[in-house]
Structure formats: structure tokens, C-alpha cells
């Protein structure tokens, strides 16, 4: 491990230099992209330069325990070595995490897709009440939300929602979210009181560019249609909705929450793209059993991640085994507990996995 440190933080002040060469900072596409690399490294670089100076005071501190006489200054220096040693101790796996390779789609923004499952109109509610979940996450971390598409029931329920969640690493942390979401509740329309289960799925796509994923503009059949449901006086009255289908695959994305023909393709287009390569990145994991087991962040539509009792008050991640009894400020958007759980988890699982447990 000291190998890499010491390989990585050569690369930082080789970036160092070249960001401050004015031959390079002409070249602003260049430039950005080396202070990028330059930024990523620093966190880095600067603990391994503090765990430098701790091994050094350490040492001197030990040097101290054999050599001095003065029983006073002894001590002094036996506190102090075991108080480096155990802030040593909390560095050294702090850096371990910071060397486990980063996702890339991280710092991206993010596309969630709510749908109900089983469970009819109650299925329709509760998407309702996870979209509500997620907008007041969203808002408790100062992102921004932007409709895409919805499709409203009755009774004030979604049969489905897409809207995507802008803001500084959205991605690296909604990405827990991805699959099959229970509730066990007594619907409203029970008379019985008998608890219904019913269910969500959610999809959580990271923002791609054109770069990321290429589209052939034969491959796509686009048609437009007046808008129904909610939406104000011009909802029925032009066709600006829009509904896009990749015909190789066969996916289809509609977009009708803009007034604009124009503004609802873009928006469509950004779904699909983030759709298509869900799909090429999914299959490619398909093929790399073991890694794919140890990603808890990426989960199958299908598998069923969660459970909300409303009987007990709880939420039960059963990826993790985690179980809280505070449902209604995690459907109010008080959900860290649980995601920073689940990203302790999976770092620990990739640091199995690389063997990324050598002692510095």
C-alpha cells in the first residue's frame, strides 16, 4: 500500500506543476480536466502526509520510552505514543476507504423512476409516498427536483413518476435505492381493518451525456399526442407530448409535463439515455457474478429491499439487517441513517474484495 501512496501523491505534484503551467492553462479543456484529477487526489495526498507525521512523532516518542531516564518526561511520552497510535489507527482505515476505486457516476445528477407494483390503488399510494420521501430528502440536502413524467391515479396516487434530483453527488448516495420497496399497512378503503402488502419499484439512473452513450437517431420512432391528466388549461389542447421508443430494445419513455413539444423530447431523450445505459451496464455486470454480489448500491429492480410496517412504525433494509422504528420521519425524508449504513457496508465488502487489508 505505501508503494501506491507514494506512486499517488508523485502523480499530485506532478499535477500540481503542470495546473500551474501557463501552456497548459491555455488549453481550458485540458487544464479543467488535470485540476479534476488534481482535486480528486488531494484528500488523498493529505492524509497520507499526516500519517508521515505521525509515524515520525511516534518514532521520536518511542525513542523517548527507551532512552530518557526522567521518569515524568517518560510518561508523558508513553501517553502521548498511545494516543498517536490509536489516531494512527483511525488514519489508516480512513485511507484504506479513500483508496477503494470511486464509482464514476458519483457526482452525477440522477433520474428516479417510482412505479406500483402489486397492490392496485394502494400500490399507486404508496409510489406517492415515496416520491414524497425522496423530494423531502432532495430538499433536506439542498438538491433540486425536476418533473419528467408522471401518471396520476384518482385518488391521488401514481401508477408512475420519473423526475430527476440535481445536485453535488446525488448519485453516490440515491443509488441504495434501486429496487422493490414493501409496505404493510391497513388501506384507507379497509373496512375490516385486515393489513394489506403491497409494493413500489424504483429505479435510480445516474444523468448520462451524449458522450456517455451513442443513439442512433433511425433507431428511434418519436410520436406526439395531447396531454391528459393534471396540467393546467394548455394540457389538452396541443400536441406537445411526446413518446419516444428505441426500437432495437424496445424501451419507450413519454414526457408530457412541459407545454413545450420541444422541451418534453429533451427531457425524454435524457431518460432513455440514462435508460440505455442502465441496461449495457447491467448486462455487463451480469457477466461478473462475484462483483455484482458485492455491490449493494446496484440492485435489481426485482429484489425486494425494504419493508415499511405502519402496524409497528418500521423500516427494515433487508440488504443489511437494519431495522428502524421511526417510519414516519424516514417517509419524511430522514433517511441518512440507513444509506450511510449501506455505504459502510458496501466499502467494507469492496476492501474485502480487492484485499485491501494490508497493514501501512
Known amino acids: 500500500m505505501l508503494e501506491r501512496l507514494n506512486f499517488i501523491e508523485n502523480k499530485y505534484e506532478e499535477l500540481s506543476v503542470k495546473i500551474g503551467d501557463p501552456s497548459i492553462m ?6 479543467q480536466k488535470l485540476c479534476k484529477e488534481h482535486s480528486e487526489l488531494e484528500n488523498i495526498v493529505t492524509m497520507y502526509r499526516e500519517y508521515k507525521k505521525f509515524e515520525e512523532d511516534i518514532e521520536f516518542n518511542k525513542q523517548i520510552c527507551e532512552e530518557e531516564s526522567d521518569a515524568e518526561l517518560k510518561e508523558m511520552a508513553q ?11 483511525k488514519l489508516v482505515e480512513d485511507i484504506k476507504i479513500a483508496l477503494i476505486p470511486k464509482d464514476p457516476n458519483d457526482d452525477k445528477n440522477v433520474f428516479i423512476e417510482i412505479r406500483g407494483g402489486a397492490g392496485g390503488e394502494e400500490a399507486a399510494l ?3 409516498n415515496l416520491f414524497r420521501m425522496y423530494t423531502r430528502y432532495a430538499e433536506n ?3 433540486k427536483i425536476e418533473m419528467m413524467s408522471s401518471n396520476e391515479t384518482d385518488i391521488g396516487g401514481f401508477k408512475e413518476v420519473v423526475f430527476m434530483v440535481r445536485g453535488e453527488g446525488a448519485y453516490s448516495r440515491l443509488k441504495y435505492e434501486s429496487g422493490t420497496h414493501r409496505v404493510q399497512r391497513v388501506p384507507d378503503t379497509e373496512s375490516s381493518g385486515r393489513i ?7 429505479a435510480v439512473l445516474p444523468e448520462v451525456e451524449d458522450v456517455d452513450i451513442e443513439i442512433n437517431p433511425n433507431d428511434l420512432r418519436i410520436d406526439v399526442y395531447r396531454s391528459s391528466g ?5 394540457v389538452n389542447t ?4 411526446v413518446r419516444i421508443t428505441h426500437l432495437p430494445t424496445g424501451l419507450v419513455v413519454t414526457c408530457q409535463d412541459e407545454k413545450s413539444q420541444l422541451k418534453n423530447k429533451e427531457k425524454a431523450m435524457k431518460v432513455l439515455r440514462s435508460r440505455l445505459y442502465e441496461k449495457a451496464e447491467s448486462e455487463r455486470l451480469a457477466g461478473i457474478a462475484e462483483d455484482r454480489k458485492s455491490q449493494v448500491g446496484t440492485g435489481d429492480r426485482s429484489e425486494r429491499i425494504r419493508t415499511y410496517n405502519y402496524p409497528q412504525g418500521r423500516v427494515t433494509d ?3 439487517g437494519l431495522t428502524l422504528y421511526k417510519l414516519d420521519a424516514f417517509l419524511d425524508g430522514d433517511i441518512d441513517e440507513v444509506i450511510d449504513a449501506l455505504i459502510a457496508t458496501e466499502q467494507a465488502e469492496k476492501m474485502k474484495a480487492m484485499g485491501n487489508t494490508e497493514e501501512l
Do not use: P, Y
Request: charged residues 30%; contains cysteine; hydrophobic residues 30%.
Open 26 to 31: 491555455a488549453n481550458q479543456k485540458e487544464w
Open 79 to 89: 501517553e502521548e505514543l498511545k494516543e498517536l497510535m490509536q489516531k494512527k489507527e
Open 126 to 128: 404508496f409510489a406517492a
Open 141 to 143: 440536502r439542498r438538491w
Open 196 to 202: 394489506h402488502t403491497s409494493t413500489a419499484t424504483v
Open 230 to 234: 393534471h396540467g393546467g388549461q394548455c
Open 238 to 241: 396541443t400536441d406537445s407530448a
Open 318 to 320: 433487508h440488504r443489511i
